[in-house]
């Protein structure tokens, strides 16, 4: 049999190195309080009185009996809820419409979808800002798309560096750069960037390329600062948002991508036509109906709960500064050794004793571009947030305190640090 998967199968999928979540180590068995993964622990944004299983066609609930059929492919009236929350008539006076989006499954979807749109494999790059979400250079390496990275301003603003990118935009590889991809609020730094940062990269006079804002988390920043409806007003802006975060619906899958209309129409021509199964458009239309005020009251406890986090944590021995800003549902917090410096050791010691002998999950994120030390931790509800201070509080006392972990560990601990993809 002449079959070889090393040479039959594409070489930059043989290389991948998949997406890594925390939760490829700690699974979600039921007991662990999970704060890794950014999700809104306060639940869907549902008046669960509306949320019936429901036999009857003309009901906006789950229509069970309808699964015989395939979904509609162009989710119309979806597309006008999220317009309608959208339309704030703050950053234009234009409305966003139908044709202005593209829905996926998660904003995943269409963060690689863009990628495909505009990147030829082998060819095009994309440039990304580095601390930053990992699936950007996950999906570039999948479509055999390179990476072009201009690091974030430094900690704590972790602003956008407007002079380096505009520079590389400019360079010699600007004319097979076609897409940036800035994040806001950022993840793990949780900055929401300036506006005219942004504007500055639009205006960029030669660069003939795209920018893609992920505006995942921008429910929990304060109010208006989504710029989807700018979109009306640039041919090359996308803006990608999600149910996953403040609407507390990771598990439907529902991403949007909202950009000019002729964007839009590439997205929506090069998509699987039935994109969006039944059950998520229809959970996905009631939480953009009777679900917003759900999850503007769970996006209010999750700040409460954020403020309590900002204030507690840096009561206790042995964390350190808060890096990045508060405008999401979680903080990146650094960890120090005992002379008081930000330590990866540290870090990752106390990110494995409070998942292995606490049961409460976070996420390393050490090493990241300038996040030496931190710990990103997702806003739980209040119980969780009390059960995450006094267990990081036992752990950071073994830690500092009398238990050191022996210089044995430390030298394995080190060992791990280094080869961790985390
Ligand atoms: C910045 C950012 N963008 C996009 C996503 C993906 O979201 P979705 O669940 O819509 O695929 C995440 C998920 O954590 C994220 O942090």
Request: net charge negative; aromatic share 6%; hydrophobic share 40%.
């Amino acid at each position: 049999m002449a079959f070889d998967l090393e040479t039959c199968a594409r070489y930059n999928i043989l290389a991948l190195e998949p997406y890594r979540c925390a939760r490829d180590d700690y699974k979600d068995d039921g007991t662990n309080i999970l704060l890794d993964a950014n999700e809104n622990a306060y639940g869907p944004s549902l008046s669960l009185s509306s949320l019936s299983i429901s036999t009857s066609p003309n009901d906006l609930s789950i229509d069970l009996l309808g699964l015989n059929r395939y979904p509609d492919p162009h989710q119309a009236v979806l597309k006008q809820l999220l317009c309608d929350l959208r339309n704030i008539h703050v950053h234009t006076s234009k409305n966003i419409t139908p044709e202005n989006l593209f829905v996926g499954v998660g904003s995943d979807e269409a963060i690689d979808a863009l990628l495909r749109c505009f990147c030829v494999p082998g060819h095009d790059k994309i440039l990304t800002c580095p601390p930053t979400y990992g699936m950007y250079a996950v999906s570039a390496q999948v479509n055999d798309v390179g990476l072009v990275k201009v690091p974030l301003l430094p900690a704590p603003e972790f602003g956008i560096d407007v002079e380096a990118v505009t520079s590389a935009l400019s360079g010699s590889e600007s004319n097979t750069i076609k897409l940036v991809y800035i994040c806001s609020p950022g993840n793990p730094t949780g900055s929401l960037i300036q506006k005219s940062d942004v504007q500055k990269i639009l205006e960029h006079p030669t660069w003939n390329g795209v920018v893609v804002l992920d505006e995942a988390y921008i429910d929990f920043a304060h109010e208006n600062s989504s710029l989807a409806e700018w979109v009306t007003e640039w041919p090359n802006l996308v803006v990608l948002q999600t149910l996953s975060k403040a609407f507390g619906l990771a598990g439907i899958r529902l991403g949007a991508a909202f950009t000019s209309e002729p964007i839009a129409r590439l997205l929506n021509n090069m998509k699987a036509p039935y994109n969006i199964p039944n059950p998520t458009s229809e959970i996905a239309c009631q939480a953009l109906q009777g679900g917003i005020s759900v999850m503007r009251s769970n996006v209010e406890k999750i700040v409460g709960q954020r403020e309590r986090l900002l204030s507690e944590l840096p009561k206790l021995k042995g964390i350190g500064r808060f890096r990045g800003g508060s405008a999401s549902n979680f903080l990146l917090v650094e960890l120090v050794d005992a002379t008081g410096n930000p330590d990866n050791v540290t870090a990752l010691h106390v990110y494995e004793k409070l998942a292995e002998t606490k049961g409460v999950v976070v996420r390393f994120r050490g090493k990241e571009h300038g996040c030496l030390g931190c710990l990103r931790i997702t806003v739980g509800t209040e119980k969780e947030v009390t059960r995450l201070l006094e267990q990081i509080e036992v752990v950071l006392q073994e830690v500092h305190g009398t238990t050191r972990p022996t210089s044995a560990a430390i030298e394995e601990m080190k060992e791990i640090t280094a080869n961790a993809v985390l």
